[in-house]
């Protein structure tokens, strides 16, 4: 290791001729240079208009080079850089996409002037299926913008007038098709199931218009059970939570679908709800309808997971703790074993158990 720390870092100095822009592409306090040191394994300086690069190999800072660069291109083009946009361009390094490519491709443009775009190749692949297709699944892990996204692209066609209306809806699980039977009108017992819908409209378009599309029926927000019996047409219609769907819901709402309409359908197959014995009709429909012409599945994982790269951080040192506590806990199970414990409950905490 001595050797090593002693031996010379190669370096590269990348020169820009906009103080501002440079500032734009290093974040506040550097926050973005920082990032890309922790992710990549390089160390980034700032000299007046010039990013210095330096790494133990020269592949690191080719890498390193070659997103700098990307990153200025982007903030050059006028695209407004967040820290979590940082995160995904380290992953997509060296991978052969430009950045311009992805990032560069506008959703919609929020009511608080925030750009929505495509945050790596899953999603940029889900944004392109569903302008390309009628009915678009995007199946994966939370996070990963399935949601958000079916949302942004739903509101744009608003806009456009691509479509009349769009309809938003979720299976309640913990209602199921007793919805009905519960007290309050529509609207109050929507509200915990459809949430999450309705707070992603509120986030990309100003209150009293949200409001008001909601009123007029432009923005349906409904749970699947309400959907039975309709025919939908010039809408954009969202299932979330499609997971929780059983076979013959998944049929039910597919075929809600009428002329001038798009469904986009997003769901976890990890996180099924549904009462033993009941199967998802979102794992179904993969089998189903795999191959048929318009329709299209866009499978996340979570290496696509968009988080605060901070919750990141979090979410690993989580995982490390747990890993660290169930090999103990393995560890003192092992070693009672040995010594023949036999008296007792595994646990080994008394009164466990009554």
Do not use: W
């Not at 549904?274 to 866009?298: H, T």
């Amino acid at each position: 290791m001595g050797q090593s720390a002693a031996e010379p870092l190669k370096t590269a100095r990348l020169e820009f001729p906009d103080n501002d822009k440079v500032r734009a592409l290093c974040g506040a306090h550097n926050e973005h240079l920082k990032l890309v040191e922790r992710r990549l394994g390089v160390q980034l300086g700032l000299r007046g208009g010039q990013v210095v690069i330096a790494a133990p190999e020269e592949a690191r800072v080719r890498l390193a080079e070659s997103l700098v660069k990307e990153l200025y291109e982007l903030v050059e083009a006028g695209y407004p850089l967040y820290l979590e946009d940082v995160d995904q361009a380290t992953k997509l390094a060296g991978q052969g996409v430009p950045l311009k490519e992805i990032f560069g491709d506008t959703v919609f443009v929020s009511s608080r002037h925030r750009i929505i775009t495509p945050k790596g190749l899953a999603q940029k692949r889900y944004i392109q299926a569903i302008r390309d297709d009628d009915i678009v699944f995007g199946v994966g892990p939370a996070g990963t913008g399935k949601t958000y996204l079916a949302m942004a692209m739903a509101v744009a066609y608003l806009v456009e007038r691509r479509v009349k209306r769009i309809v938003l809806t979720r299976p309640a699980v913990e209602a199921g098709e007793r919805l009905g039977f519960l007290p309050g009108d529509i609207a109050e017992k929507v509200n915990p199931y459809l949430r999450p819908l309705h707070d992603a409209l509120f986030d990309m378009v100003d209150y009293e218009k949200a409001t008001a599309f909601i009123e007029r029926g432009t923005v349906e927000v409904a749970p699947l059970a309400f959907m039975r019996g309709r025919t939908l047409n010039d809408a954009f219609i969202i299932l979330d939570e499609a997971q929780n769907t059983t076979a013959e819901q998944m049929k039910m709402f597919l075929t809600r679908l009428g002329y001038g309409s798009k469904a986009v359908v997003t769901g976890d197959v990890t996180q099924v709800d549904l009462p033993s014995g009941r199967g998802s009709g979102l794992i179904e429909v993969q089998k189903v309808l795999r191959g048929v012409e318009g329709v299209a599945f866009c499978m996340f994982s979570e290496v696509d997971v968009v988080r605060h790269p901070l919750v990141q951080e979090v979410v690993r040192a989580y995982d490390a703790f747990e890993a660290e506590r169930r090999a103990r806990t393995e560890a003192a199970r092992t070693e009672k074993g040995r010594q023949g414990g036999g008296a007792g409950p595994e646990t080994g905490e008394p009164g466990a158990e009554g």
